[in-house]
Every structure is written in C-alpha cells, then in structure tokens.
C-alpha cells in the first residue's frame, strides 16, 4: 500500500489492535482513502480483513472502519474470498452491499474459492441467485433450465463471464455463449451438481473445455479434482472427460490438481486412470 498506510498495516500484521485504532482514530482518512498502488490491497480495511485477526478484535476494528466512513463493499468481497465468516456477518450488519457490483458478487467469490461456510451464510443473509453460474453452482436445475430461450440461446438472465480480478476479461469473450455455458460447468462440477451440470452438457456445454473466467484455466474434471468431488469425478469421466488434460496456467493433469490440495485418495485415483489411458 502507499506510504502513508504502512504503520496501519504493520499493525494489522502483527496484531496490534490497539496500535490500528490508534492510528485510524488519529487520521481518519486511512479508513476512507484507497491506496494508489497497484500491487496491494486497494484499502486498509480489505487489508484487515484479509489479515483475519481474532474474532472481537475484528468485529470491533470493522465498526471502527465504518464508523470513519470505510467504504464497505470491497471489504466484503475480500472476507468471503477467504472464508472470513466473521467478517462478513460484520460488514453485512453494517450494510454493506450484498448483491455487489453487478458484474460480481460476494456469493460468487466465496462460491468460486469453494468456501461453504460463507455461501450458506450470504445465501441465509438473501444473497441474490441470479445468473448462470450461480444456479449451475447451487445446484438449481430450474434456474438453470430457465437461461435458455426455446431456441436454444442464453437469455438475459444467464449473464456474462466475470471472475473475481476485475473487468480483464475481453467483451467478446464475456459474451461468448460457449464461454458462458462452459464457466458454468466449470462452477457446477467444483460443487459437485450433478443435475445443472447434465442439464449444461445437454444444452451444449463441452466436458473437456477450459473457459474463460478462472485464475488457474482448468476443466470441469480439474475442478472436481480440486474440490474433492470423487462422485462427480467419476460422473465426468463416465460422460468423456479426459483425466490426462492439462491445464494451461500450471500445465498439471487433474490428478496434480488433487494431489495439490492435498486430497490424496481422489489424487491417486484419478492418477490410476490417467495411466490406464495412457497419459
């Protein structure tokens, strides 16, 4: 962050609760000013919650921010990206927007790093399921079913292509029908939805395609992997998915990805496979 944030966040670092109140209390517009770096976090309040100190302290020091002004909505999204239920109860009580930007949302940040926990309490909090990826995610084959027009095209409410790093994705892409439908297999088989993502494959989702909107570009069978999804692995596989795929960030089969994320059984099963085809 810049300069002028540096002794707020080496309190956040290490912990230093009273130290950060100190200095919020002191300056008040370290609570409202975004630092201009573009290697950081945007504001000290995304910074803390991103730290995660311990529960009081954190709840307390969020109202502080507020108190001051903080802006809210980033901060959110920054909590649910790791799992921080505390802060997300937090900034929600406080009023920070849960539907997001428009373009993304709390949901679908917590739903694309795989946080339960966060999806079920944005979700009891009124969290809006409203595009494609959301419902392939949750698991709502009628809204799902609901994105196609009779023709076959996506409509309005399926939405385009976002991903949690800002609006870096072409339009072109964004908008791309196969680039949509594929993103939400993506989202459907990291949750293991067996039935939106049939529902997808028969709308012509492709099982083995690797489509926009992911950090690590990965297929559905990669995902499933990376989330410890053993009967929806099998299920892909069973309909075509290619376990010796590798994905185009990291170059790693699905059994890598597994073995990543340290779910070994699943790594070693799908590994077997991978061999018996001859990857």
Not at 60 to 67: E, G, K
Not at 139 to 144: I, L, Y
Not at 225 to 252: F, H, Y
């Amino acid at each position: 962050m810049d300069d002028k944030f540096i002794p707020a966040q080496a309190a956040i670092i290490s912990n230093d609760s009273e130290e950060l109140e100190r200095l919020v209390r002191t300056d008040p517009s370290l609570a409202t000013d975004r630092s201009l770096s573009k290697c950081d976090h945007p504001t000290l309040l995304c910074c803390l919650v991103l730290e995660m100190p311990p529960r009081r302290s954190l709840a307390h020091l969020i109202r502080l921010f507020a108190q001051f002004g903080a802006e809210l909505g980033g901060p959110l999204g920054a909590a649910a990206c790791i799992d921080n239920v505390v802060g997300v109860e937090t900034l929600l009580d406080l009023g920070a927007p849960i539907a997001g930007d428009g373009t993304w949302s709390p949901l679908e940040e917590a739903l694309y790093w795989g946080h339960s926990a966060t999806v079920e309490l944005l979700l009891k909090r009124g969290a809006p399921v409203d595009n494609l990826r959301k419902y392939a995610a949750l698991g709502d084959h009628k809204g799902v079913k609901r994105c196609f027009a009779a023709n076959g095209q996506l409509n309005q409410e399926a939405g385009e292509v976002g991903w949690p790093f800002g609006p870096t994705i072409p339009e072109e892409i964004r908008r791309d029908h196969r680039q949509i439908v594929n993103n939400a297999l993506v989202f459907a088989a990291a949750w293991g939805q067996h039935e939106t993502a049939g529902e997808l494959l028969t709308r012509g989702a492709e099982i083995n395609a690797i489509p926009s909107g992911f950090d690590f570009a990965g297929t559905p069978l990669h995902y499933a992997a990376l989330n410890n999804r053993r009967e929806m692995a099998d299920w892909l596989l069973s309909r075509g998915a290619d376990p010796t795929i590798r994905d185009t960030k990291v170059e790693n089969t699905p059994d890598g990805w597994a073995e990543y994320a340290r779910h070994l059984e699943l790594a070693g099963h799908l590994r077997s496979i991978r061999e018996q085809r001859g990857g």
